[in-house]
């Protein structure tokens, strides 16, 4: 069966699907039954159907393929968009927490335009908003410098009063008969060298002479047992120690350079008696402040010596002050000292508490709220830091949009 199209309606695939057809029925064998020219006409357009419809499904398929890999393509690039904008903001805070200033002051960002038309909108329907902020940078004034001026001695230092000789005749005249008009005072700090004293408590024995029995007062109080150091001296060592941060063996070089022998040993044993002796004090200051209706916590980084390097320990204070809430008792604060920050150093800390702990978003303080003896609340300032940090005008600067929620936060003061 021979048909015949126009070559210009013809599409480009169409005489391969002839060629395959004229393939097909030279190896099909011929029927038996003699076909009508309308029925080998249906099945030939039959034959063209399928195979269009092998060909659309092809496509189809094809396309769909496509499709995927474009999806997957514009996915991983906006995952790629979203890395480089996090990196952007990564280091938009580092570059602020070492050069930027640290205060919160809200002339920094008071002098800005309105970041919104509608700020209360903004803030109170806490609904993200994809249209950016652009924040114009002020220019820097100069600001010009006052000359320093030298701030007196403090009152209670003890004056030293030294005249210098005054004259007996007048240097131009030669004359005698000279009033005086006042004095300028020139004061000059001085240091007296600390000095060390040997204290003999003496305590004489006396006999009876009518029944021979001896008498003698008893040894005076010593802030550590049978101990040869005065509490003043005991004093400076931990405050040496633990509020100057002096090792023990640099204070022992520095007493031997005075003429008094302590070895490092003799100043372990001195500053572990002393904290036996304090714990009575410690556990009063403690269960006071821990008896509080409401107590702050917060942790900070201690640096400790350690053998060739330096670690890095965390001090825990806890903070009672009732008199913002009109309360009688006096404000006291707890300190405790750990070699890492892991969870279960607070746990212990707060394992007899019950009330209200104003803390930041530390996750070693969940498992005391989970138990229920101690309520959450959060801290308005590590909150207001944060959007802070996002409507800084130096971080905007560098990602030249903000979100209106952070600017609008800070502007309002409402944290």
């Known amino acids: 069966m021979e048909m015949c199209f126009d ?13 395959e057809l004229k393939a097909a029925e030279a190896a099909t064998p011929k029927p038996t039954v003699q076909l009508t020219e309308t029925e080998k006409q249906i099945a030939y357009y039959r034959n063209v159907a399928e195979y269009i419809q092998g060909m659309a499904e092809e496509q189809e398929e094809h396309i769909h393929l496509l ?57 109170d329907d806490c609904a993200p908003s994809e249209t950016p902020i652009i924040i114009d940078v002020p220019k820097q004034v100069a600001v010009e410098r006052r000359k320093p001026s030298r701030k007196p001695f403090p009152a209670h230092f003890p004056r030293e009063r030294v005249v210098v000789a005054s004259l007996s005749f007048c240097e131009c005249c030669g004359g005698t008969h000279l009033r005086k008009l006042g004095e300028d005072i020139t004061e000059t700090l001085e ?39 005065g509490p003043k001296l005991l004093a400076k060592i931990l405050f040496d120690k633990y509020g100057q941060h002096q090792p023990l063996n640099r204070l022992a070089d520095r007493f031997v350079q005075q003429g008094v022998h302590l070895s490092v040993s003799t100043l372990a044993d001195l500053v572990g ?23 702050h916590g917060d942790d900070a980084t201690v640096p400790v010596l350690a053998k060739g390097k330096t670690k890095t320990g965390r001090f825990w204070t806890y903070v009672r002050d009732d008199k913002p809430f009109n309360g009688p008792a006096p404000p006291s604060a707890v300190f405790y000292y750990s070699p890492d920050r892991k969870g279960e150093h607070p746990q212990a ?67």
């Open 7 to 19: 070559s210009e309606m013809q599409p480009h695939w169409f005489p391969a699907l002839l060629e």
């Open 67 to 123: 499709v995927d890999e474009l999806t997957k393509a514009k996915e991983e690039n906006a995952k790629k968009d979203a890395d480089i904008e996090q990196l952007k903001m990564t280091i938009a805070k580092q570059q602020r927490e070492i050069f930027g200033a640290s205060s919160e002051h809200g002339s920094r960002l008071g002098d800005q335009p309105d970041v919104t038309q509608s700020e209360p909108a903004a803030l």
């Open 191 to 229: 240091v007296i060298p600390e000095t060390y004293k040997v204290i003999q408590t003496v305590r004489e024995k006396f006999s009876c002479r009518d029944c021979e029995k001896i008498g003698q007062p008893p040894a005076p109080f010593h802030a550590i047992p049978r101990g040869r150091v």
């Open 273 to 295: 008696a002393s904290r036996k002796a304090l714990r009575p004090l410690f556990e009063l200051i403690e269960a006071h402040t821990l008896a509080g209706e409401r107590i």
């Open 349 to 415: 800390h707060l394992a007899t508490y019950s009330g209200i702990l104003q803390a930041d978003a530390y996750g070693g303080y969940g498992q005391l709220y989970g138990e229920g003896r101690i309520s959450e609340a959060g801290c308005w300032a590590h909150a207001r830091r944060k959007f802070f940090e996002l409507a800084d005008v130096r971080i905007a600067k560098d990602l030249a949009h903000i979100k209106p929620m952070a600017a609008s936060a800070v502007r309002r003061k409402t944290l």
